[in-house]
């Protein structure tokens, strides 16, 4: 009732020598703490096929997501940057927060999750905002498997971010609605993928 939680249900069809697996992302949002003032909350699940064609943006619930750098896809579920060797400096601006009528303190909450190792992720803020320290620095590599590897590729998402026990979290000062925040990864790694974004102002 309180923390999220997300997991797999696996439906298993067996009939006259027929046998047939589906496998179900289930997903459960944190409940909202009371006085706290969400300013946004996107876990991409409206997100539904594979993109296989880079996008310089995404329409996500009404909201624009930027590329930031390098190549980005709608996956789903989640976002994915780079592809093959191509994921050095890739990311993404996030909507602005057009909901501010005043500078405000917010926290950045999301996740990242990669089969590689290598990068070190980044958050910058423009309009005079200032960017706290973001932890932790890096993605810790999924080991389970490369992710993006053919059919087992949604379900090495699920498994990569159900056992990443890392949210980067970070705290930024004098948001404005006029403030753009960017989420980058720096390194030399091959892909990554962001999830879970979240806004809360303090």
């Known amino acids: 009732t309180t923390e ?15 046998s047939l697996t589906k496998t179900v992302n289930l997903t459960q949002k944190a409940a909202p703490v009371a ?8 876990d ?3 997100l539904t096929s594979w993109g296989t064609s880079p996008v310089t943006s995404l329409e996500v619930n009404n909201l624009t997501y930027n590329t930031a750098g390098g190549t980005m896809y709608g996956q ?37 999750v990669s089969s590689d190792s290598g990068y070190t992720m ?7 905002a200032t960017v706290g320290t973001l932890s932790p620095k890096a993605i810790t590599q ?7 590897s ?28 006029q403030t753009v925040i960017t989420i980058t990864a720096s390194g030399s790694a091959k892909r990554w993928y962001l999830d879970d974004v979240k806004i809360v102002a303090q």
Do not use: M, R
């Open 142 to 148: 999924y080991t389970g498997g490369a992710i993006n």
């Open 150 to 177: 053919g059919a087992d590729t949604e379900t090495k998402l699920v498994e990569a971010f159900a056992a990443s026990t890392s949210e980067f979290s970070v705290t930024i000062q004098n948001v404005t609605a």
């Open 35 to 42: 006085g706290e003032e969400v300013l946004l909350d996107e």
């Open 4 to 18: 999220a939680q997300s997991g797999v249900l696996t439906l298993v069809l067996n009939y006259n020598g027929f």
């Open 76 to 112: 789903k579920g989640c976002i994915q940057f780079g592809k093959g060797t191509a994921a050095a400096n890739t990311g993404v601006k996030l909507p602005a927060l057009s909901s501010l009528t005043a500078a405000k303190t917010v926290t950045l909450t999301f996740k990242a």
């Open 44 to 46: 991409f699940s409206s």
């Open 122 to 128: 980044n958050v910058a803020a423009s309009a005079g």
